[in-house]
C-alpha cells in the first residue's frame, strides 16, 4: 500500500510525463495541454499563413528512402565529428529564443539535455537564460554562442566577449532575421515582451497551474542576455525590429571573422552562390535553414535547398540542415543529402513545455531511437556513411 502513492508520484513527475510521450508528435501534444496557448503558440507557429513551415514537412515525405540488403546491421554508431571533435550523435541543439517561457529553466534544462546526449547546444542572443548561467550548468559540455546584430554595436562587443569569457567554441551568425517576420499568432493572442497581465492572461494561468507555478516561482520573460529587464511591454516584433540592425552585410561576416577566435557558422542560408560566399568569407560551417518557416513565408524548405547547397561548399566547409526535423528517419534523409548533422529547435521547445528538462531529455532520447531503427532498417550501421545512393 505505501508503494501506490510514489508510484502515482512518479506518473504525475516530468520524468513520468516524458517517459510517456513515444514521439515528437506526443511531446507537442503534451506541450500544448501543458503551457497557455499564447505560449504554446509563440514556439509553435510561424509566418504568415505557414506555408513554409508545413513545406519543411511536406519536402521530407518526398524523400524517398532506399534501403541495402543484406547489410550486417548488429551494431549501429551514431557518432560523427563536428568542427574537429565527436559528438554522439548527429543532432544539435538549435538556437532557440525565450526558451524559459515554455520552462523556468529554459536554456539550462536544454543544455543539460544536449550533454546528457553527447551533443552540443547553441545559445541565442535571445535566450531566456544568461549565457554565464548555461556555461556554469553544464560546464563540461559543448556550447555555440547564436549571435543576431544588434544595432547596439557596442552590446555585440559585450556579447562576444562574454561568450568567448565563457567557453562557447563557436559562434554562429544567423542572417535570416533583417527584420522581423509576422507570425500571426502572436499578434492575433497579444503576445508581447514581458507578456502582458490581463484577464485572458490570468485565465490561462489558473487553467494552467502547473506552468503559472514555475512562471510565478521564477519568471524569464525577456532576454537575459540583452538588458530588457524592466523595459515597456512591446510586441515581440517591435522589440526585434527596434533592436536588430538591417543594414548587415558580407562586410560584416568579414569583421565578425577576424574578432572571433573559434570557428564561426552561418546560419540561415538558403542558396549555394550565398554558401559558397559565406566560406569565402571565412565560414567553416553553414546551416540550412529557413527559420523553421518563422520569417519568409513561401520559402523552400531547408532539406530541398541542402543538395545544392552541399555541392556549391564541397569540403570547404561543414553543412548542417535545420528545420521540420521530427524523425528519425528525416535525419537519415538530411544525412544522406549532404548533411554533417541537424539542429532541433521546436522539438525541444515541445519537450521543455511538457516536462521541463526530462522532456528535452526525451526529445533527444525519442530521435536517437529512432535513428537507430531508421539506420539499421535502411542497411546502413553508421550514420557518417550515408550517402545519396540511400535517397531519391
Not at 511538457?354 to 536517437?368: D, M, Q, S, Y
Amino acid at each position: 500500500l505505501p508503494a501506490a502513492p510514489a508510484r502515482t508520484r512518479e506518473r504525475f513527475s516530468d520524468a513520468g510525463r516524458a517517459a510517456r510521450c513515444r514521439t515528437i508528435a506526443e511531446l507537442r501534444a503534451a506541450a500544448k495541454r501543458t503551457v497557455p496557448k499564447p505560449i504554446f503558440d509563440y514556439a509553435d507557429g510561424a509566418a504568415w499563413d505557414e506555408v513554409t513551415a508545413r513545406r519543411n514537412r511536406e519536402a521530407f515525405e518526398r524523400v524517398t528512402l532506399h534501403p541495402k540488403a543484406l547489410t550486417d546491421v548488429s551494431a549501429i554508431d551514431l557518432r560523427t565529428t563536428v568542427l574537429g571533435a565527436e559528438i554522439a550523435l548527429p543532432v544539435i541543439g538549435a538556437p532557440t529564443g525565450l526558451t524559459g517561457l515554455q520552462h523556468p529553466d529554459g536554456e539550462v534544462a536544454i543544455a543539460r539535455a544536449a550533454h546528457a546526449a553527447g551533443t552540443i547546444t547553441t545559445v541565442s542572443t535571445m535566450a531566456s537564460c544568461t549565457l554565464e548561467e548555461v556555461a556554469a550548468a553544464s560546464p563540461a559540455g559543448r556550447r555555440w554562442f547564436q549571435l543576431y546584430v544588434m544595432s547596439d554595436r557596442g552590446l555585440v562587443d559585450a556579447l562576444l566577449a562574454r561568450a568567448a569569457d565563457a567557453g562557447y567554441e563557436a559562434l554562429m551568425l544567423t542572417v535570416d532575421v533583417q527584420v522581423a517576420g509576422v507570425r500571426e499568432r502572436d499578434v492575433r493572442n497579444g503576445f508581447s515582451v514581458p507578456p502582458r497581465l490581463s484577464l485572458r492572461t490570468l485565465a490561462q494561468g489558473v487553467t494552467h497551474p502547473r506552468w503559472s507555478a514555475g512562471f510565478v516561482a521564477n519568471p524569464r520573460m525577456v532576454p537575459a542576455n540583452l538588458g530588457w529587464e524592466g523595459s515597456a511591454t512591446a510586441t515581440l516584433a517591435s522589440a526585434v525590429n527596434r533592436s536588430f540592425d538591417p543594414t548587415v552585410t558580407w562586410a560584416d561576416l568579414a569583421d565578425l571573422r577576424s574578432r572571433w577566435r573559434g570557428p564561426v557558422i552561418v546560419k540561415g542560408v538558403m542558396r549555394a552562390d550565398d554558401a559558397a560566399r559565406c566560406v569565402e568569407h571565412g565560414a567553416d560551417a553553414i546551416v540550412v535553414s529557413n527559420h523553421g518557416g518563422r520569417q519568409l513565408d513561401g520559402a523552400a524548405a531547408s532539406i530541398e535547398a541542402l543538395p545544392a547547397i552541399v555541392d556549391a561548399v564541397g569540403d570547404r566547409a561543414e553543412v548542417y540542415l535545420d528545420s521540420g526535423i521530427r524523425r528519425g528517419t528525416d535525419i537519415v534523409k538530411a544525412l544522406a543529402l549532404g548533411a554533417r548533422a541537424v539542429l532541433i529547435g521546436r522539438a525541444l521547445m515541445y519537450g521543455l513545455g511538457a516536462a521541463g528538462e526530462a522532456g528535452a531529455r526525451r526529445a533527444f532520447t525519442i530521435l536517437e531511437q529512432e535513428l537507430r531503427v531508421a539506420l539499421a532498417l535502411a542497411g546502413c550501421p553508421r550514420a557518417a556513411d550515408l550517402g545519396r545512393d540511400a535517397v531519391s
